[in-house]
């Protein structure tokens, strides 16, 4: 990560690397966890999703790994393409079905 | 499979109109959908709970007279912005909760951008 302050922090990758985004939630007591992705003008889509009580979730290209000790969240996409340039939401769930987001992650992915 | 749209995709008003958002489940029922608003740069904003045959419920600060919401049905929910002003101008996306999911996963529709002159 580079940018933060009032600016959404930006990740940097060049393609054909891995990238790795992280994420710091808030409740402890938290069960369950979504990755979603947003490209520019468009809703988020669901990347991944992973329970507490699971530590390593992969899907396509895509792993998610949860520190519940540290409650900490990342998500890895490896051999990042320019397709996956987008901002990533961390999400967790919340009261009354709620889910609470977290603030992004800006992947830019350099050809 | 989990697919949610949302009508319009822009909308252009005159300041003191009243604009209406419709968020639908097409494969799926939900018997509770969310909305949020997002501004630009930003994380996603929830305003309100919606609620299949009842009420909506609404975070605080959001005027539930100002943002009316109706969930007539297991699969539409709907967002009226009343009498709108420009400060109202944003970008407004709902989700839908697949009520035959185990877990509180939530699909989003594509977004609403509203520009209110």
């Known amino acids: 990560g580079e940018s933060v302050g009032l600016h959404l922090p930006t990740l940097s990758v060049q393609e054909g690397d891995n990238s790795i985004i992280n994420c710091a939630y808030s409740?402890?007591?938290?069960?369950?966890f979504i990755w979603y992705k947003q490209e520019s003008g468009k809703g988020p889509q669901f990347i991944i999703d992973?329970?507490?009580?699971?530590d390593k979730r992969q899907g396509q290209r895509v792993t998610v790994l949860l520190n519940k000790t540290v409650k900490h969240l990342s998500l890895q996409i490896a051999a990042t393409q320019p397709g996956d340039s987008a901002v990533y939401f961390c999400?967790?769930?919340?009261?009354?079905?709620?889910?609470?987001f977290g603030a992004g992650t800006i992947l830019r992915v350099k050809s | 499979g989990a697919v949610v749209s949302q009508h319009p995709s822009r909308v252009i008003c005159k300041s003191g109109t009243s604009v209406k958002i419709e968020c639908r489940s097409l494969?799926?029922?939900?018997?509770?959908m969310f909305w949020y608003r997002q501004f630009p740069k930003q994380s996603l904003m929830l305003m309100a709970t919606?609620?299949?045959?009842?009420?909506?419920?609404?975070e605080q600060g959001v005027e539930k007279d100002k943002f009316l919401i109706n969930h007539a049905s297991l699969t539409l929910s709907t967002l009226t912005v009343t009498s709108a002003h420009p400060e109202d101008s944003s970008f407004y996306i709902c989700?839908?909760?697949?009520?035959?999911?185990?877990?509180?996963?939530?699909?989003f529709g594509p977004g609403t951008r509203l520009t209110v002159l």
């Open positions: 992973i329970r507490s009580n699971m």
């Open positions: 989700s839908a909760r697949d009520s035959g999911a185990a877990v509180n996963v939530q699909f």
């Open positions: 409740n402890s007591a938290s069960d369950y």
């Open positions: 919606s609620n299949e045959g009842s009420k909506a419920t609404y």
């Open positions: 999400a967790e769930n919340g009261d009354g079905n709620k889910l609470v």
């Open positions: 494969d799926f029922q939900a018997t509770t």
